[in-house]
């Protein structure tokens, strides 16, 4: 037990520590991944939506942030997301042409 909790302590240090030397916080460059990730934005749509925020952050910076982190966040969650089952079904369907 205490083995595992000093894991998953060490695991998110590391994980934050890839912030160290930026020039943003990790909350910002974190949101901005997740936004890209999750919704359909551009690194444009981001940049505006930070502006109006009062965070002067240029869309190729998101680019390289998404591009850094994007596979951090996958390995780091990865082993939280339920397996699915790769097998689905196809009913049948009838479609008229021409009348028929």
């Known amino acids: 037990m205490i083995q595992s909790n ?6 998110s240090n590391m994980f934050f520590n890839s912030f160290k030397w930026k020039h943003y916080e990790g909350e910002i460059i974190l949101l901005n991944v997740r936004w890209y990730l999750k919704y359909p934005l ?3 749509n981001l940049k505006e939506m930070m502006i109006e925020r009062g ?3 240029d869309h190729s910076t998101i680019m390289r942030w998404v591009h850094q ?5 996958e390995k780091k969650i990865r082993r939280h997301l339920i397996p699915t ?5 196809v009913d049948e369907t009838y479609i008229k042409v021409k009348g028929k």
């Open 6 to 11: 000093k894991k998953k302590i060490k695991d």
């Open 42 to 44: 551009s690194y444009r």
């Open 55 to 57: 965070i002067q952050v």
């Open 69 to 73: 982190y994007s596979p951090k966040i």
């Open 85 to 89: 089952n790769n097998s689905w079904r």
